[in-house]
């Protein structure tokens, strides 16, 4: 397998709040439009130039693709965990501590699973689709509390 290309150094200071209260109540959890879904492919399969995916990872067993459910079926893929996508708009840092762990808790103690993508400048959460009103409201709820009274 050939190393992926990684891109240049970063420049100057990393940005992005790390103060986990900071991050907490200003978390402002925005739930996205539309459906997306999990599929894998082989490495390299044609299907994949078809679709404009949320997210490509790259594993030995295949790779791993987060679209549009829509996009998927027009490209006749198989998918798993259809999911709604919750972006927290705070721009954290890549290294903050213990914020994702606080947010999947707390949907957790809900019973809400979760898939979690930290990008750039915010984190993403991938919540079962018929349980996606609910964990927004866990999430206000727990920016509210660390706002305090």
Request: hydrophobic share 50%; glycine share 6%; proline share 5%.
């Amino acid at each position: 397998m050939t190393a992926p290309a990684w891109p240049a150094p970063e420049r100057g200071p990393v940005s992005g709040d790390r103060d986990l209260d900071t991050l907490l109540r200003t978390m402002s959890p925005e739930l996205q439009d539309g459906v997306v879904v999990f599929c894998t492919l082989n490495a390299g399969d044609a299907k994949a130039a078809m679709l404009s995916p949320l997210m490509l990872f790259r594993e030995c067993e295949g790779d791993t693709l987060i679209v549009r459910r829509e996009d998927a079926e027009r490209a006749g893929l198989a998918y798993r965990f259809a999911s709604r996508l919750i972006t927290l708009t705070v721009h954290s840092a890549l290294d903050a501590v213990g914020f994702l762990a606080a947010v999947t808790t707390a949907l957790a103690a809900a019973g809400i699973s979760v898939n979690a993508v930290s990008a750039f400048h915010h984190d993403h959460l991938f919540v079962p689709e018929a349980q996606a009103e609910q964990a927004m409201r866990v999430l206000q709820e727990m920016s509210r509390s660390a706002a305090g009274p």
